[in-house]
């Protein structure tokens, strides 16, 4: 069990600092693209009318 632990002397390894700021960086994406609505278009389209063929 002694060779699992990652604090060590008040420090941690690099290997789990590293998958920890990974982690804070997909939530902060997560939390960014959560807060981002759906793009608006700049002008408005001009509406188009279908025509069916009546057969």
Same mark, same amino acid.
């Given at each position: 069990? @002694? +060779?699992? @632990?990652? =604090?060590?002397? +008040?420090?941690?390894? *690099?290997?789990? &600092?590293? +998958?920890? $700021?990974? !982690? =804070? #960086?997909? #939530? &902060? !994406?997560?939390?960014?693209? !959560?807060?981002?609505?759906? $793009?608006? !278009?700049?002008? *408005?389209?001009? &509406?188009?009318? =279908?025509?069916?063929?009546?057969?």
């Amino acid at each position: 069990m @002694l +060779g699992r @632990l990652s =604090v060590h002397r +008040g420090r941690i390894s *690099p290997r789990y &600092a590293r +998958g920890f $700021a990974a !982690a =804070v #960086v997909a #939530v &902060a !994406a997560l939390i960014t693209a !959560a807060n981002t609505g759906p $793009a608006r !278009a700049t002008e *408005p389209l001009p &509406a188009q009318h =279908v025509i069916q063929d009546p057969r």
